[in-house]
């Protein structure tokens, strides 16, 4: 009987020694040497209690057993709530049962070869669980607060836990973030295009990044930030120089800035054994690293292949690209409205604070509206050099002093532009339409009167110098016979006159001044010369002409 109590009492005592370094590590985990230290000390009290209760007998271990796991529960329940109580009765229930299985298999070696692997057993099954499966996490650091998580969830003492999606951090599990004993890590879990700013109440405590993180005591989410470029669109009611009200729309697409940071992955291949008839894929990728031009890859999926080991393609790739900078800068620059409401002593102040992403929109009414105030409705329309496009430059201004504005602010401006530049009345059209009426009718009247004027000016010089022109022709022919001493007959010198106009006809100039039927009067002249009686002709020498010399 003695080497049966002996024979327990050895199960005890290295049962207690494996499970008071469970107990220290878990209390490591949750309040670092504090912890470590109590849930030692509690766990060693409680094989000790065994110990002495394992004295007398088996049943007597049982009874101690009991009564430890309800001084367990109460303890459970003063420092964790019901939860935290009845996780203890189950975890102390499960290993008092494995110490029993361990025992009857085989005593000693029952104990060392079953309980002990069992109970370690389970707690690396729930290290990798939480580590690998339930949370995605990154690093040994966030291992370690991701199995902290698990416990202070079943305990009730974790800080409060979050999923953002769509610019909004939903609260999934509530938590006390102001705990201090015994208390988890908070847990912010976002997509690749979100990031949150966090703080204490007091100061900024960093930039989380995309993915996993964790939070501690006082910190909680400030503001959750869209890493994907944003548009907005908006109606401008602006006043020309003039004092005419304009409404057109106006558009800016803009993101948090990147820096030097640009989107990137990494694709891993790895060679499958050879099969026969298998179809290899191959894809190639296009990736662009301009923050201007399309930030995400193509995939392009070329003709197939038979035969040939396969090829396995693990594509990993980064978050959207940021600037932790710009993050707080963006945070910073928030607009806060004050508001005050009644009168007197009912009189209730309210604030309303407008994010980053609603500052842009009111600093680009605000450009726009200063630089449409520079110009008058007449500049807009630029009647008086139709070179200039007036929409082209105040858009070219509107992006450069939009992207000076807000550049402190950590906001990368993409592109924008606006809309046909419309006055607010539409009767405006037609009052400005007959005003440029009234201005330009003088000048077009004034301009069609000098067109007329050169014209006929024109005219008259043609006229004089085909009648120049003539007169000279026939003016040689005439000395051309005063020279020889002949005399020339009436009838020849019309046929001279009609031969001088042919010849004047090869101008250009001459032609188009002439009626269109100046060729068949000549041809009816001439045949009417050549028909009728010609006069006796002299053929006495004349004396030339003066001044008619050939």
Not at 422 to 443: F, Q, S, Y
Not at 454 to 482: C, F, M, N, P, W
Not at 483 to 505: C, P, R, T
Request: aromatic share 10%; proline share 5%.
């Amino acid at each position: 009987m003695e080497d049966y109590n002996l024979t327990l009492l050895a199960s005890l005592a290295i049962t207690s020694i494996a499970c008071t370094a469970v107990a220290a590590f878990i209390g490591y985990l949750l309040q670092k040497t504090f912890g470590a230290l109590l849930l030692a000390t509690l766990t060693l009290v409680s094989f000790f209690i065994l110990l002495a209760m394992a004295i007398p007998g088996p049943l007597t271990l049982i009874v101690g057993m009991i009564i430890v796991g309800l001084l367990g529960a109460l303890l459970g329940r003063l420092m964790f709530k019901t939860k935290g109580a009845l996780i203890i009765v189950a975890l102390w229930g499960s290993l008092c049962g494995l110490f029993g299985i361990g025992y009857f298999l085989s005593e000693i070696a029952g104990v060392v070869l079953v309980t002990i692997p069992a109970m370690l057993l389970f707690w690396f099954t729930i290290f990798v669980l939480m580590a690998k499966y339930v949370l995605p996490t990154k690093d040994n650091e966030q291992r370690w607060l991701a199995m902290k998580s698990f416990l202070t969830f079943n305990l009730e003492r974790n800080y409060p836990y979050y999923v953002v999606e769509d610019r909004i951090a939903d609260l999934r599990v509530k938590g006390n973030r102001f705990g201090q004993s015994f208390v988890g890590p908070g847990i912010v879990l976002t997509g690749a295009d979100h990031v949150v700013l966090i703080w204490d109440g007091l100061n900024y405590k960093g930039v989380r990044p995309p993915g996993l993180t964790f939070t501690d005591r006082f910190e909680e989410i400030k503001e959750v930030f869209d890493l994907r470029p944003q548009l907005r669109s908006f109606m401008v009611k602006a006043t020309t120089k003039d004092g005419i009200a304009l409404d057109f729309l106006a558009f800016v697409p803009f993101r948090i800035s990147t820096g030097e940071e640009a989107p990137s992955f990494n694709i891993e291949t790895e060679v499958m054994p050879k099969e026969k008839e298998v179809v290899q894929e191959e894809f190639v990728f296009h990736y662009s690293q301009t923050i201007d031009d399309s930030q995400y890859p193509e995939m392009t999926q070329l003709p197939a292949k038979k035969g040939g080991p396969r090829k396995k393609h693990t594509i990993t790739g980064n978050p959207f690209p940021y600037s932790k900078d710009a993050v707080i800068c963006a945070a910073r620059a928030q607009m806060i409205e004050y508001r005050r409401e009644g009168e007197g002593k009912a009189q209730v102040e309210s604030r309303n604070s407008k994010p980053w992403h609603e500052l842009v929109p009111l600093m680009a009414d605000r450009v726009l509206k200063n630089i449409i105030a520079q110009y008058t409705f007449d500049q807009l329309c630029e009647p008086f050099d139709p070179k200039r496009d007036p929409r082209t430059e105040i858009r070219e201004r509107y992006l450069a002093n939009l992207k000076a504005a807000v550049r402190p602010w950590g906001v990368q401006i993409i592109g924008g532009g606006i809309s046909n530049l419309m006055p607010a009345d539409k009767a405006v059209l037609n009052t400005r339409i007959e005003h440029w009426r009234t201005l330009w009718a003088p000048k077009i009247i004034a301009q069609l009167g000098k067109a007329e004027a050169e014209a006929v000016s024109l005219e008259a010089k043609a006229r004089t110098l085909a009648h120049k022109d003539l007169i000279t022709r026939i003016g040689i022919t005439l000395a051309k016979y005063q020279g020889s001493g002949e005399k020339l007959g009436s009838w020849a010198a019309v046929l001279q006159f009609i031969d001088a106009i042919e010849n004047m006809m090869g101008n250009e100039m001459v032609r188009r001044a002439l009626p269109g039927d100046v060729i068949s009067t000549l041809n009816m002249l001439k045949d009417a010369v050549n028909q009728g009686s010609k006069p006796a002709e002299s053929h006495e020498k004349l004396e030339p002409l003066p001044g008619l010399q050939p």
